[in-house]
Each structure stands twice: as C-alpha cells, then as structure tokens.
C-alpha cells in the first residue's frame, strides 16, 4: 500500500510491534466495543502508526484501505472514541479496543455498524 508509513518507521514500542501478526498490507483489524456494555461498535484498520497513535494519545485512530490514510475517529463527524482499553487477543492478530464511544459509531449515523439483523441460522 502507498501512503503508509512501514512498520519500521513507527513510533510503536518495539516490544508491542514484535508480538503483532498482520496481513499482507500491515494491517491487524481492531474492533471497537463499548467499554461498560459490551455493545460492539465497528472493525477498523490499523497499522503500526495507528496503532501507537491510539495508545499516545486517547483516541482511536485507524489506517483507511480505500483512501490509504490515517482518520481519527471522530475528527470530522465529532462522534469521538475515547480509549479505555486496547488488548490483543491470543492470536496476535486482532486488536480489541473499549472505547467510551460519543455519539453513533457507523458512518451511516446508527450506534453500531451491527444493527442489519442477523442472518439466519441452519
């Protein structure tokens, strides 16, 4: 991807970036959830840099596939995610991040980008 900043040339301590396994891109996918209820919110990208940004600074930010740039969520819409937590799961490869999330979190403007119903089973 173009426009990224390689791993290599990240903030994100040393000791945080051997333990992550991404994908092809760089990337690991984040999923955002509602720190007190559980509610999960959305699934993001990040990369090194997004990553060491979200730990710094208290806010999530997240590395765009289509626009292939950095968004802090929050910036323009004002529906902010307040870091709380970002753990990593056994894997590696996925991040789980609880957030104090203001406002809606899916760009349609609904709480979660999980409200379509589920899919039926069997």
């Given amino acids: 991807m173009t426009g990224r900043i390689p791993a290599s040339s990240s903030s994100l301590d040393p000791a945080i970036a051997a ?14 959830q509602q720190y007190d209820t559980g509610e999960v919110l959305m699934v993001g990208w990040m990369d090194d840099e997004a990553l060491h940004r979200t730990l710094t600074t208290g806010r999530c930010t997240y590395y765009s596939r289509s626009r292939q740039e950095y968004w802090v969520k929050g910036d323009t819409s004002g529906h902010v995610q307040h870091v709380k937590s970002v753990a990593l799961d056994c894997d590696a490869d996925t991040l789980l991040v609880k957030v104090d999330q203001v406002g809606p979190a899916c760009h349609t403007g609904t709480r979660t980008c999980f409200d379509s119903g589920d899919l039926p089973l069997g």
């Fill in 19 to 32: 333990r992550l396994k991404r994908d092809a891109d760089g990337l690991i996918p984040a999923v955002a």
